[in-house]
């Protein structure tokens, strides 16, 4: 079920992607990074992308590693998020997207992504994995 976001948080994302939409990427250093749940369950469930951690891995399991977990974002009787799906890693201060074997894959801006292939991540994208979508913002 999707859901309204809030208006800040709202506010904030459209703004984004205005900037994005204008080729204008941002500063990174120094602002709040996260991905927010724009298709799952709990729409607007804000994941926030600490700056002392150096890779996320979005998948669907408490176990150890799994930084992003979408547990809660899908249906249980439509489970198409693998338990070690996608990783973000830092590089400076640029994020990357990979496909970590998954199988059903991982989509940016609804391009696939495979393993071994890190695409830049930029603000108002969008990540697709299983049926949930989450996009990256900043404020």
């Given at each position: 079920?999707?859901?309204?976001?809030?208006?800040?948080?709202?506010?904030?994302?459209?703004?984004?992607?205005?900037?994005?939409?204008?080729?204008?990427?941002?500063?990174?250093?120094?602002?709040?990074?996260?991905?927010?749940?724009?298709?799952?369950?709990?729409?607007?469930?804000?994941?926030?992308?600490?700056?002392?951690?150096?890779?996320?891995?979005?998948?669907?399991?408490?176990?150890?590693?799994?930084?992003?977990?979408?547990?809660?974002?899908?249906?249980?009787?439509?489970?198409?998020?693998?338990?070690?799906?996608?990783?973000i890693t830092k590089d400076y201060d640029q994020l990357f997207l990979e496909d970590l074997n998954s199988s059903n894959g991982t989509y940016?801006?609804?391009?696939?992504?495979?393993?071994?292939?890190?695409?830049?991540?930029?603000?108002?994208?969008?990540?697709?994995?299983?049926?949930?979508?989450?996009?990256?913002?900043?404020?």
């Amino acid at each position: 079920m999707e859901g309204v976001l809030e208006p800040d948080l709202a506010n904030i994302l459209e703004k984004n992607r205005q900037l994005q939409n204008l080729g204008k990427v941002p500063e990174l250093s120094g602002k709040e990074q996260f991905l927010v749940v724009v298709r799952g369950t709990q729409t607007e469930a804000k994941y926030p992308l600490d700056k002392a951690i150096q890779e996320w891995i979005i998948g669907r399991t408490e176990g150890p590693g799994v930084v992003i977990d979408l547990t809660n974002q899908e249906d249980p009787s439509r489970i198409w998020v693998s338990r070690r799906h996608a990783l973000i890693t830092k590089d400076y201060d640029q994020l990357f997207l990979e496909d970590l074997n998954s199988s059903n894959g991982t989509y940016l801006n609804s391009i696939r992504v495979y393993p071994g292939d890190k695409k830049q991540l930029k603000i108002g994208d969008q990540i697709q994995v299983g049926n949930v979508c989450l996009e990256f913002g900043c404020i």
